[in-house]
Each structure stands twice: as structure tokens, then as C-alpha cells.
């Protein structure tokens, strides 16, 4: 890629190193990992070829992963293979080197490119961000800048990653036009409403970036409110436990942290609406 070649050109040129932080990175990097300085100076990296996503998108949404940790490795193993302008066309597998790079970032940058898909409509989004990968490998342990641009109108913005967050849920998952639309839906509707919670979960796991009243507000809304509640349990019980499946799993990452009696609400809910998933109790 043209990036790709763009890089070695700067780690090589012979500029001063507060000048050119490619070249003292590369330079740092090729003699602590013992390879060429054009080898240290490999910038661009992604998935294996026919290969997409970092997976962990497909984690969060399932429930299954232990630890922070486990999503990371899982990020830097699936992203970890470098374009190379010396071999064109091929992406080799260089986990350390993708190591060395993230480690030296200071700031994350992502694009938001269509109005029609939002953060936390989908969970690419949150598949795609390193920033508590790049804190992990950091020496001083730094969580970098996260940013993100908004280029889906002529007047583009660029705006923390938690103010997108913020400014994200206030416009969906906590705005009741957005709610109310999805529920008068029906079934699909309140699938879509739980979908939402869970990738904003997603981004509390990749960037640590969404504030605890998301959390608080979004339960007021559809817990809380006993009217809500049955609205949703009627409209597609499987999803409605999912939402307090999510809930209760926010709580128990450290993501939510709120009182004793909305957890206990949410396992006694939980259990009821299991129950009648299962039958249980009905003639």
C-alpha cells in the first residue's frame, strides 16, 4: 500500500530523531528486537489475507471471555500481519513487530464514515479499537488518546471516543424516540434495543470510554420501570433476558457500578423471566 511505502522512506532518511519519531521509533525497535532498521520501520498492519475482524466483536456478543486480556491477545493475533513494501502483495505474520508499533502510540484515531451506522449499531466499530491494547504494551502503562471523526456531514468533526459514546447513547439507546420506534417494531425491535447495550458494553471492554450514568440511565429506562419491563418481556422475552444477562454482566466486569438493589432486581428478573422462557409455571 502506498502507506506502507511511505513509511521506510522516513525511518531511513537522515533527519533529526526529535524531528522524525518514525525513525527513532524504527531505530529503537531494530536494535532491541535485532532486525533492520526498513524491518522495525513496518507501520501497517491487518488481518491474514481472507481473513476480517479481530473477533472480538463476536466474543462480546457471545458472552464467552474470561478476561480484558484474552480480548487483546485475541486483537493482536488476528491484526498482527504486515503489509510489506519490500514483498508486495504479501502479509506476513509479525506479531512482534505489531507489539513494538502499538507501543509507542499516543493517540487512536478512528473514522465514522455513514450516518446510517452508528457505534453502537454494530460492533466493528468497537472490533477495531485498540486503545486499551495500545495502554497493555505501553512502557508507562498510558491509556492513548482515543478520537474519533464524524465524516458523515460537509462540516466533519473529530471528538473524544467518550464524548462519541456519550453523544451516541443519548441519541439511541437512551433516546425515547429511538426506543419507542424500536418497541412499537415489535420482536426484531427489542432485539435491536439489546443489541445496542451490548456493544456499548463492547466499548467499556476495548476503551474503558463510556460513562457509568449510560449504564444507570439505560437501566432506569427498561428495568426500573415495571410498564417497561412487561412491554418488553411481552414483545420477545429471549431478548429481554439478554438485556439483564448484559446488565448483570456490566456490573460483574467493574463496568457498572451501581447500588445492591438494582443487581438484585436484575437476578431476580433474570430468574422470572428464564422461568417463563421455560415453561415453568404455566399450565
Not at 518514525?22 to 520501520?41: C, F, N, T
Request: charged share 30%; glycine share 8%; aromatic share 8%.
Amino acid at each position: 500500500t502506498p502507506r506502507a511505502r511511505a513509511v521506510k522512506p522516513a525511518a531511513e532518511a537522515d533527519e533529526p530523531l526529535d524531528q522524525n519519531f518514525v525513525r527513532k521509533h524504527a531505530l529503537e525497535q531494530a536494535a532491541e528486537m535485532g532486525v533492520s532498521i526498513r524491518d522495525a520501520a513496518t507501520r501497517v498492519f491487518s488481518n491474514a489475507a481472507g481473513s476480517y475482524s479481530a473477533n472480538v466483536g463476536l466474543a462480546i456478543e457471545n458472552g464467552g471471555w474470561e478476561s480484558e486480556g484474552q480480548l487483546q491477545d485475541q486483537f493482536i493475533g488476528r491484526k498482527g500481519f504486515a503489509f510489506n513494501s519490500d514483498k508486495p502483495g504479501m502479509l506476513d505474520q509479525q506479531t512482534e513487530l505489531f507489539k513494538a508499533a502499538l507501543s509507542t502510540v499516543d493517540v487512536t484515531f478512528q473514522n465514522l464514515d455513514s450516518s446510517e451506522i452508528s457505534l453502537s449499531d454494530v460492533s466493528h466499530y468497537y472490533d477495531s479499537d485498540p486503545t486499551k491494547v495500545v495502554q497493555g504494551l505501553r512502557k508507562d502503562g498510558r491509556k492513548p488518546a482515543a478520537m474519533m471523526a464524524d465524516t458523515t456531514t460537509a462540516n466533519a468533526q473529530v471528538r473524544t471516543l467518550a464524548e462519541t459514546v456519550r453523544l451516541d447513547a443519548r441519541t439511541k439507546l437512551l433516546n425515547p424516540k429511538f426506543y419507542e420506534g424500536m418497541l412499537n417494531s415489535g420482536y426484531e425491535g427489542t432485539r435491536e434495543i439489546t443489541k445496542r447495550l451490548r456493544n456499548t458494553m463492547g466499548w467499556s471492554a476495548t476503551s474503558g470510554d463510556v460513562d457509568n450514568f449510560v449504564y444507570e440511565d439505560a437501566n432506569d429506562t427498561f428495568i426500573k420501570d415495571p410498564e417497561m419491563q412487561a412491554r418488553l418481556l411481552e414483545t420477545n422475552p429471549n431478548a429481554f433476558r439478554d438485556m439483564v444477562t448484559t446488565f448483570l454482566e456490566a456490573n460483574g466486569r467493574g463496568y457498572w457500578d451501581t447500588d445492591e438493589e438494582n443487581i438484585d432486581r436484575l437476578q431476580e428478573l433474570y430468574q422470572e423471566v428464564e422461568d417463563r422462557i421455560e415453561g415453568v409455571g404455566s399450565s
